[in-house]
Structure formats: structure tokens, C-alpha cells
């Protein structure tokens, strides 16, 4: 039975309960980060600072010449840096005291020509929408997860960016980062969406968005109108082969997966045991079309050829605020009667976002229901274990890519062995903020991919991606494959479970390849 909830628009959800934010600074503003900024005492880190074979060369600080970049009203300073390199802005001011000189180009071939915008022949400009206010929606959703501060962002995303200036930049050219600063409780995401499009297409062009929040289709959509790159490494609505193609060469989300990996999941969950013929199976999913297209080209057929037939299918109605999410909460209600009416005992959990089981497996603790739960990293497991009783995480299983969203939100998970984020945390560890070390991941890919670009445009930049096959690795995935044409790197998963000793999410069993 297909349970539908009709809503006036069918746009992408965005999860604010459980956002994987990285960048969040003041509210309505715009702050340039100087293209040169360096860390001294960083530069000669040991590490990868990109992927092997992506051409950046390692070198020597920059000059010293000054630089300086501005901030509106509103703005927000950078902490203090090392070696006495101190940012600061008043309302309206300049930001001081940092360095820069020229990039020093890819490691072999000429400087690749610029045709795309925002590309000079000196700076790459990346545009960086930052949410103010994300950890105070935390808090007012019950969520005990927090969020970095205004300063602690700016001084990470500096650190970083200088970290590559001073090893070659990107396509023989600095890193220049635009932030653009808006509130994400104001409005709609739709609205946000748009505003955040029109700054990076009008105000201050570049050649790609870095977006770190809950992106909808709407930037998308928009950016890709304007010739502009979106690198969504957000926790954003997640689409299908079909959405995505059709978004291409300008919509990237290396680090997760999409909708229609759904099949191996419940392959892998069969072949585990935790999924058999006989079992009375209904799913929990968001009202969009790519999640329809799922339904019946993926999980159904997926779930046929074990023998299981789907009973119910409930779809949760479209978020377009934060006021929305009370839908989701009167929602969550309706959908536990209807399974518990029709003996559901095992929970699909399709690309929630983190947002369904974050209102869905509270509620039905509260009434006693314990459904065995299967889903993926599309549904921020990590979260769940420090926001939702530990009876439910017990009975929830599936398959992870990405060990932030699966293992890494309650400090059991130990980083020891992953060189990518021991060199992210030496980067940024002289920021005096809270670190983590997947920070770096998406900027080093942009520079890995321009590196590989024979000429720096949208187009240029998907070949590079393509180029960079299996060689980019980060502090977050467990193994990435880049493909041509393709729109995100997911090379291998793992099967995830609860542990009731350490209360955290741990893998288990062999890696599973990704297709």
C-alpha cells in the first residue's frame, strides 16, 4: 500500500536536526578570503595533502607580499593564526595581516587556460554559502549535536585554502574563497537556495560552489542554468542516476552515494540474514520524484528477486523550513499506526537524510514498536546513536560508505590509521578552533581535479574528476572510484550494526564494491 502526503511543491528536503555542517559563520554578509593566506608553521606537515597522482606540487611558504579582503557588515573575523599572522575585521572593515604570493602551478605541464567564470590567470574563486544560525536549530529540535562557530569556520576554511596555496594552488593558480553568509532559519530553503545562486552567478561570479549544508535542487538547478559548478558535500536532498545525469558537468557530490545504490543494500542485507523472504517489509522515504523512480526501478525489483514483497510505503511530505519539520512530526505518528496496523517488522530506510528517524524512532519507542531498521549513510547512523533511544539503534543494520555520517559523532571511532585526516587536523591544529579531520576533503579534491583539468572550466574540472580514478583519498570515505560522466566517487561499503558495549555504530564484514 502506498501511503502519499500531497504537498504543494515537490523540492528537495533539507535535514536541519541533523545537518553535516562544516562551514558556519555570521548572518547576512559577505566575507573574501585573501587568496594567499599561509600557515608557516603548517606547510611542512607530513602527510598527503592530496591524492597521489593529482599533480600538485609540494613547495616552499609563499611570499610575503600583503593581502587584504573585506567584510561587509555583519562580517565575522578569522581567529588568530600562527606565527603572528593575525586576520581581523570590524563592520565593514578589512581583514590584515596575511600573506600571499603565486601559486606555483601543477607539478608537470603548462598552466592549463582559464573559460569559465570567476577564473582569471592568477585566482580560482570558490563560492562558499555558510548558514549563521545551524547550531541554534540544533538546540531548539532537541538535538545534542553541535555546530562550529562563526570564527572557528572562517579560520578552518583559511587554513585549508592556504595549506594548497602554498603547495602549488589548483591549476597553477591561487584558491580564492568567497563566503557568502545567510540565516537558514529565515524563509524557505527554496528562497535560500535561490539567493545563494544569484550572489555566486551576479554578485561574486566563480567557478564552482563549495556547499557544506542541505543544498536543494533549486541551487542546483540554478547554478547549472549560470554554467556553475555545485560540489555538494552537504547533507542534501539525494537523487538518482536520472536527477543527477541531467544536472551534468555541473553537480558533483563525490563523498556519497545516490538513490539507486538502494539495491545493493538490500542485496547485502539479504545475503546477511537481516532481510528474508517472508518478512513484512514497509519503507519510510521523502515525497520526490527521484525517490519514486527508486521505489519501482530499484527497491522493489531488488526486494522481488528475494521474495519479499513491499506492503507499505510511506512517504513523508516535502520540508521547505524549519517550521515544516512539525509535518514531519505529526507524520511520524500516522506512519507508526499504519505499521503497526499492518504488522510491519522491518524498516526500509530510504535517503532520509537523518530527518525520519530522527522524529520516528523516538516515537515509537515511546509505543513500544521495535522494527528491525535497514538503511545506509544516506541516513546519518552516527547521528542517530546520540539522539535516539539506544533500544532502536539495537535493531538497526545496513550498508556505509562514509565513516563521519556512520561512525564518527559520538568520539569512539578512532582516526589513527587515516592519514588523510591526521594531515587535516595538523593544518588546521594551530587555528586554536575545534577540528575534525574531514574538513579538508572537499577542498583538496577541488584542487586534485583542477590539477588534472586541461582547462579550468566546468567541463575541465569534470575531466579532471574522471581523471582522478581511485587515486583520491580522504579522511571520510572508505574507498572512492571516480568515473567519467559520473557524479560521485563511492568506490566500497561496509555493513554497519550497533554496538550496545561502546553505544556507537561499528562495521562489520568485508568491503561491498560499489557500482
Known amino acids: 500500500m502506498r501511503i502519499k502526503r500531497v504537498t504543494a511543491r515537490r523540492r528537495a528536503p533539507r535535514l536541519v536536526a541533523a545537518a553535516a555542517v562544516l562551514l558556519v559563520t555570521a548572518c547576512g554578509s559577505v566575507v573574501k578570503a585573501p587568496p594567499g593566506f599561509y600557515e608557516p608553521g603548517v606547510a611542512g606537515a607530513a602527510g598527503v595533502p592530496v591524492a597521489p597522482g593529482a599533480g600538485v606540487a609540494a613547495g616552499p611558504a609563499l611570499g610575503g607580499e600583503s593581502a587584504t579582503g573585506t567584510a561587509s557588515s555583519g562580517g565575522s573575523a ?38 569559465g567564470p570567476g577564473v582569471t590567470a592568477t585566482e580560482i574563486h570558490i563560492g562558499i554559502p555558510v548558514a549563521s544560525d545551524t547550531g541554534s536549530i540544533y538546540k531548539s529540535l532537541g538535538s545534542s549535536s553541535g555546530a562550529p562557530t562563526a570564527d572557528e569556520i572562517q579560520a578552518q576554511a583559511l587554513a585549508i585554502v592556504g595549506y594548497i596555496n602554498a603547495h602549488g594552488g589548483a591549476a597553477g593558480r591561487h584558491l580564492v574563497a568567497d563566503f557568502y553568509l545567510y540565516s537558514e532559519g529565515s524563509g524557505t530553503f527554496t528562497s535560500q537556495g535561490q539567493e545563494i545562486c544569484e550572489h555566486f552567478t551576479k554578485d561574486d561570479q566563480v567557478l564552482l ?15 547549472a542554468a549560470a554554467g556553475v559548478v555545485l560540489l555538494d558535500v552537504g547533507n542534501s536532498e539525494i537523487g538518482d542516476n536520472q536527477l543527477l545525469n541531467a544536472l551534468a558537468p555541473y553537480y558533483y557530490r563525490p563523498f556519497n552515494a545516490n538513490l539507486d545504490v538502494f539495491g545493493t543494500v538490500i542485496d547485502t542485507m539479504v545475503a546477511d540474514g537481516v532481510l528474508k523472504a517472508g518478512d513484512r517489509v514497509g519503507d519510510i522515504r521523502f515525497d520526490l520524484p527521484q ?56 524498516v526500509l530506510l530510504v535517503g532520509t537524510q537523518g530527518v525520519v528517524p530522527f522524529f520516528f524512532m523516538p516515537a515509537a519507542d515511546s509505543q513500544n514498536y521495535h522494527p528491525v531498521y535497514v538503511g545506509s549513510s544516506m541516513d546519518i547512523p552516527g547521528f542517530m546513536v546520540v539522539n535516539v533511544p539506544a533500544d532502536q539503534m539495537a535493531n538497526f ?116 564494491a560499489i557500482q
Open 209 to 223: 560552489v563549495l556547499a557544506t549544508g542541505n543544498n536543494t535542487q533549486t541551487l542546483a538547478d540554478c547554478l
Open 397 to 512: 543494520y545496513g550498508l556505509g560508505w562514509n565513516v563521519v555520517y556512520d561512525l564518527d559523532w559520538n568520539g569512539v571511532f578512532s582516526h589513527a590509521n587515516i592519514p588523510q585526516w591526521n594531515q587535516c587536523i595538523k593544518i588546521m591544529g594551530s587555528t586554536g578552533t575545534s577540528v575534525e579531520g574531514f574538513s579538508c576533503d572537499p577542498y583538496m579534491f577541488v584542487a586534485a581535479a583542477l590539477n588534472q583539468a586541461t582547462v579550468v572550466s566546468a567541463s575541465g574540472f569534470g575531466n579532471g574528476v574522471a581523471r582522478l580514478g581511485t587515486s583520491f583519498a580522504t579522511g571520510q570515505t572508505l574507498s572512492l572510484n571516480f568515473r567519467p560522466g559520473g557524479t560521485d566517487g563511492v568506490g566500497e561499503a561496509r555493513e554497519f550494526e550497533y554496538s550496545a558495549p561502546c553505544k556507537c555504530e561499528v562495521y562489520t564484514g568485508p568491503p561491498v
Open 291 to 346: 525517490y519514486d523512480r527508486a521505489m519501482d526501478d530499484v527497491i522493489k525489483p531488488a526486494l522481488a528477486r528475494h521474495g519479499i514483497t513491499l506492503i507499505d510505503d510511506y512517504e513523508y511530505s516535502y520540508i521547505d523550513s524549519v517550521a515544516d519539520l512539525g509535518t514531519s512530526s505529526a507524520e511520524t505518528n500516522n506512519a507508526i499506526l499504519k505499521f503497526r496496523t499492518d504488522d510491519i517488522d522491518h
Open 78 to 115: 578569522p581567529l588568530s593564526q600562527t606565527s603572528g599572522a593575525v586576520g581581523s575585521a570590524s563592520s565593514g572593515g578589512a581583514i590584515t595581516g596575511l600573506a600571499s604570493g603565486p601559486a606555483s602551478g601543477p607539478a608537470t605541464g603548462p598552466i592549463p587556460p582559464a573559460d
